[in-house]
């Protein structure tokens, strides 16, 4: 069995439990609202924007012998470049407003799933950062493009608004290739473990995130109880 295989099997478990978020399950079963849209785009925005920079953090962490990284990390780099940009112009179309999303903080949640990122690759094993980009890339090709149709069919929100969850969830699909053959050349056991330790973890911050954005609906209901 290859590397990248046993981590999809070791990390099946974790992640299960992402995918099992109620607003995941709600959202592909059609049940969407505008501020559970708006609320992910939000919180979207918090963590792709440290995409470029955590990159560039694993690159100068590189530990010795492990510089024939840099090439394939220079492509991440070229390919990430401006994702959060398209997050706020999806805000917009949306009918959100960008500045607030781009001037306002994360939620707890996201918050705590990026510092952990970088506390991977300062304090434990800079390859570590991959778990992280195994449970996004691969949390993106399996739901983003569903969920988008799911919740531009409901919302009856224009092409626009879905630039981001339609154009990653058809990049990763490239991206997942090529992150599982760059995978299969890393042998040390050591970095092989550190790797599924921290996509397990992913798994569950990113999971945390879901967990934290408004269920459709729930605004209706608060406002019942007031």
């Known amino acids: 069995m290859s590397f990248f295989e046993t981590l999809v099997e070791r990390t099946a478990q974790a992640r299960a439990g992402l995918v099992a978020a109620p607003i995941i399950q709600g959202c592909l079963r059609g049940e969407v609202s505008l501020a559970s849209y708006l609320a992910f785009l939000h919180e979207a925005y ?18 010795t012998g492990k510089d024939w990284l840099r090439p ?12 959060d940009q398209w997050i706020l112009e999806d805000v917009t179309a949306s009918g959100g407003d960008a500045r607030s999303v781009r001037d306002g903080r994360p939620c707890h949640a996201t918050e705590v799933m990026v510092a952990y990122a970088y506390d991977t690759i300062a304090r434990r094993n800079p390859l570590g950062f991959f778990g992280m980009v195994h449970v996004l890339e691969g949390t993106s090709v399996a739901l983003a493009l569903q969920a988008a149709d799911r919740i531009q069919a409901q919302l009856r929100l224009p092409d626009t608004a879905f630039g981001y969850l339609r154009s990653h969830g058809t990049l990763d699909r490239e991206h997942v290739a090529h992150f599982a053959g760059l995978m299969n050349r890393i042998d040390d056991p050591r970095d092989q473990a550190d790797i599924v330790h921290a996509a397990t973890v992913f798994y569950r911050l990113y999971g945390d995130v879901f967990r934290s954005l408004p269920l459709p609906g729930a605004e209706a209901a608060a406002g019942l109880l007031r």
Do not use: C, M, N, S
Request: glycine fraction near 6%; aromatic fraction near 6%; hydrophobic fraction near 45%.
């Open 72 to 83: 394939a990390l220079d492509d991440y780099i070229g390919e990430e470049i401006g994702h």
């Open 46 to 63: 918090h963590h792709v924007r440290h995409t470029v920079p955590l990159f560039e953090a694993l690159i100068a962490a590189l530990p």
